[in-house]
């Protein structure tokens, strides 16, 4: 009898991986990359470099630890990607041992200490964000002020200079990168409102000051137009559904929202909330980690909702001018239970699944 | 919460559907086979036919190895409910009546009948039903179970069973979906026998009296579409409807719910919400068996994919081995790197363990998939938890839960996800950028839980045996104790009787040896007097020196005696009370 090769049905298979995947997502952050690029310089992609190569370094020498296949495991880009939202949610000129510091953490310690992609039950990058916020966080808020209003302008050999050195290849410090033109040291629009706040100043008040234009710092409003470009990509391809992005945005504004109608000096608006800070990034891109997420549809909803809310929360009386890591790790820890609650109902059965039996 | 009757009849009006959740779209590959209509194709020297091709239990073998046979002969009988017929697929001799490689994912060798075709294909003569309007519903229902039709649209339940049906029915349900991709049997039946469809569809109606027939078939058969329409117009309670392509619309349960958006019970079956669901093949074969009396011999199926350089359709006898329909499809090994054959489509379908795998009744298709169109799968990576899986499943479970709980073996878990709601369609596994081959767990999974329902079973039936063992011990020594308890007080009752009679008798004894005792010692007492005086004369007489020892030894003779006699009693006292210290013994014991 001639030895005919079997498999199980089906045999059909649609041609979209998981390294697919992970790819159309990275090539979905190039808008906003090339938006920060415009406006804080090139430090970004030093960041990005730097933090690619620890990610692939780390799982490979893990991978070989662990005897798995290497190769095979590398071309998932999971570690790549984590690598990629890890590097750009940091200040482009930070020294270059905090990425790798965090890289490595996101890695080796959320990631594959909890058995490697899918089993791990946090976000990488949000844990190793949070992780190096927490450890250095005088590197970790040492944000530029657009170029078009640095009293210091850099180019790509000074970010370079500035990552390894601390300092410009003319001798500037990352202190001194920070002064505006009008010779204040300059921080994030967020940053700037809250601190605004807590010294008697109303919203309307801390958003004179030239970092603003409108109600948008300069700058992160373009910057984030451009994720939310890259975001729009993959839901239309797929990548990922309306369904964390959507109620995450939406909770955000809806909360955000309400407390302006009720103290538009203390509050600030709903367009302020979405389109300062990385809350358009976290809700395309971070939040949307199929690993650490929610998978049912109405689960979906819940956990991106909830993510929105303790976002605004934070930032209106918490310690930290932005939320998205810890609103994210919030509600990872959360997901287990969301997802018995929201379990669909099963063909042909009257109620939940987990229940009727 | 489901749509009433009236309702699914408004809609259907309009060609107005539901839908069922996910579902995929995969390349629908149709044209490659249904250019060209049905090929006849030559007689096979040999026929495999396996006695048991249906859900159910084989029938009676009623042949024997060297039987000469007819076509159309029955080669086995029904005996029980669930079982049905197979049928000699043409004239000739039978050959052996052995095992043979079985058209199932495992090619478990299954008992066959290996006829040698004689080349005459004489038919056994044919017993039509002559008028069906007029013939009695068991009648018929009789008749289809013997020309041996069990559903052909993939399950393979017997038709009769189905059909026998005495709940309620509003909507006879026909399936011209043919969802499955490259499959194109059904539609090459529908567009050339559409007529002899509706004959079927005639006769089911007729047995089954329902209020709605609905003709469903997927819009991406126009040409089905119309030849059904128009075998179906003169008739206004036949409804064609035009149902969009997405896979799996033709499974029975997601066809039930795009129709009439009801959906079937997890543990019931179409029936429970008014619908009983037929294949077009099934009612093609319905109107062979009664209008011309013919058996389920033969039946279409599709030989297509890229590794054949001319796929097409063709009616192929069941038992005909795979290796030649291959032939007939030209079969171009070069577009294989390893031989690959599929019974079925490319997404429920089995890849067949040897050439010689028989054409079956539920056999629709034969895919030759050349090394690039159905690549082979890769291995898989760990899952994301993505869940493009269940946003494709159209039964809305979790198949990523189900996935986990499969592969960790925790089985409850996995019932408890409704594991058994799966109707193993494969979507989730088609669109898992992993590639993990998700049914297969299911598979496994499911068999698991039925091998330890099966030990579970055995060893309640073990438990129950050994109680039931247990218990009848326990009778039976309660039994034994009650018969020495009733002997023992029969005893104690007679000994209580006996033993006053003992008591008695020992009195008795005991009076008479006293009684005995003080005659003898009077009488000796007299004689000793007696004696004395005599003596005493005598002594008087002789001389007292003699006589005093003499009186002596006399004397002491009397005492011997005496006390003798003493002794005798005193044993007979102490036997006496030992009988009755025993007896006593005895009693407290039993008590």
Known sequence: MTMLSLSSSPHHHNRRDTGQVMRIVCYATIPGILANIWFFGFGI????????????????????????????????????????????????????????????????????????????????????????????????TSWLPPLSIAEQSHTLWDAIHTVFTGFTSTGFSVEQLKVGVDGTTMATPLDEVKTALLQGYTVTEA????????????????????????????????????????????????????????????????LFHIFNGSLIIGAFFIATDPVSASTTVKGRLIFGAAIGLWVIIIRNWGGYPDAIAFAVLIMNMAVPLID?????????????????? | MFANYDQIIERLSVNQLWDFPGGVHPPQQKSLSNKSNIEFIPLEPTYYVPVKQHIGVEGKLLVAEGDRILKGQLLTASESPFSVPVHAPTSGIVAKITRHVSAHPSGIPELSVIIDADGQDTWIELKPVPDYAKADKSELIERICDAGISGMGGAGFPTHIKTNNSKPLEFLIINGIECEPYISSDDRLMREHAWQIRQGIDILVHILKPKQVIIAVEDNKPEALETMSIACQQKTNYQVVNVPTKYPAGGEKQLVQVLTSREVPSDGLPIDVGCIMYNVATCYAIADAIVEGKPLIERVVTLTGRGLKSPKNVWARLGTPIQSLLLHGNYDASTQSSPRFIMGGPMMGFTVTSVLTPIVKISNCILVPADNELPHPEDERACIRCSACSDVCPASLLPQQLFWYSKSKELEKAEEYNLFDCIECGACAYVCPSEIPLVHYYRQAKADIRNQREEKEKSDKAKIRFEVRTARLQKEKEAREEKYRLASEARKASMNKDGGNAKDKIAAALARAKAKKEAFAKEAENAQSAENIKKKESVSELSDSFALPKTKLVAVDEDAAAKKERVAAAVAKAKAKKVAADEAKKENKEL
Do not use: C
Not at chain 1, 54 to 76: C, F, H, P, S, Y
Not at chain 1, 212 to 226: E, H, N
Not at chain 1, 340 to 357: E, F, I, L, V
């Open chain 1, 45 to 140: 992609l030093i960041q990005i470099a730097l933090a690619i190569i620890t990610a692939l370094v780390t799982e490979g020498v893990i991978m070989e630890l662990r005897q798995k296949k290497t190769e095979r495991v590398l071309k998932d880009y999971s570690a790549v990607l984590a690598a990629l939202l890890l590097a750009v949610s940091i200040p482009p000129l930070a020294p270059w041992w905090v990425i790798v510091i965090g890289t490595f953490f996101a890695i080796a310690i959320v990631k594959q200490l909890y058995g490697g992609l899918g089993y791990n039950m946090f976000n990488p990058a949000m844990a190793a964000y949070v992780m190096l916020l927490i450890s250095f966080p005088i590197q970790m």
């Open chain 1, 340 to 357: 018995y609650y929201t379990q669909p109902r099963t063909y042909g059965h009257k109620n939940k699944a987990s229940k009727d039996s």
């Open chain 1, 207 to 270: 958003t004179t000051r030239i970092i603003f234009d409108g109600a948008y710092g300069k700058g992160w409003l373009w910057v984030s137009l451009a994720y939310l470009l890259g975001g729009l990509f993959l839901i239309k391809n797929k990548i990922i559904s309306w369904h964390i992005p959507g109620s995450m945005l939406a909770s955000a504004a809806l909360l955000s929202l309400s407390l302006f109608l009720i103290d538009g000096d203390q509050y600030a608006s709903p």
